[in-house]
């Protein structure tokens, strides 16, 4: 092995979590900040949590809301051609009979 090209290794590196929960590990970085750890996440506790970076689960169900309603709308759309064209059915059946 090459001397001086390994970083130093701490052996008691501190993990600080966002919820707050702190453990030791080893790394090659003295303090790691994490955004989510077994403590809190939704897999572990069994509870649903929605961490929100930058605002990203606000624009998501934005679009999700303006996809819901398009589709709607292509729905009713559909069913009004749907009823146009049965009625134009039923209206040349009536003009053969």
Known sequence: ???KIHPKYYPEARVVC??????TVGSTVAELKV???AACHPF????????DT???VDRFMKRLERTADTVEQIKSQQ???RQA???ARLARRRGDA
């Open 85 to 87: 064209a049965q009625q």
């Open 35 to 37: 955004d989510i750890c």
């Open 1 to 3: 092995m090459k001397a």
């Open 44 to 51: 572990y506790t069994g509870e649903q949590r929605i961490v």
């Open 18 to 23: 966002a919820c707050g929960n702190t453990f």
């Open 54 to 56: 930058a605002g990203q």
């Open 79 to 81: 069913e009004l051609q």
